[in-house]
């Protein structure tokens, strides 16, 4: 679910900007920052998680094709507000409760 902006896939080019200027900055001092091992490995780990994360979100998106396919129990897209009104609180109910579970998962220790 997307609640916004993915500030971190923003910040990418700024990261790259600052790699950039410090990898200058030790080049006229002489000195080397980063291990070519150590890039290689931390590259492969990001790579790694970004396509593991497509093929999540894949998946999660099959899933909820099959189910509105298949289980729907109502056809809300007739009646667009009645739509929305149950989404807003169907999501607000959803969270109530995932709080509530979180909370009781945090003092439980379970």
């Keep these: 679910m997307v609640d916004g902006p993915n500030y971190i896939a923003l ?17 006229r001092r002489r000195e080397r920052p980063y291990q070519f091992a150590d890039t290689i490995s931390d590259l492969g780990c990001g790579i790694t998680q970004r396509i593991t994360l497509i093929f999540f979100e894949g998946a999660l998106l099959l899933a ?24 807003f609180v169907g999501v607000d109910f959803a969270y109530y409760w995932w709080h509530r579970a979180s909370w009781i998962f945090t003092i439980t220790g379970g």
């Design 11 to 27: 910040a990418v080019p700024f990261f790259f900007l600052l790699i950039g200027i410090e990898l200058v900055v030790a080049w």
């Design 64 to 87: 909820y094709v099959l189910l509105y396919e298949h289980a729907r129990v109502v056809d809300l897209g007739k009646y667009p507000l009645l739509a929305w009104v149950v989404a």
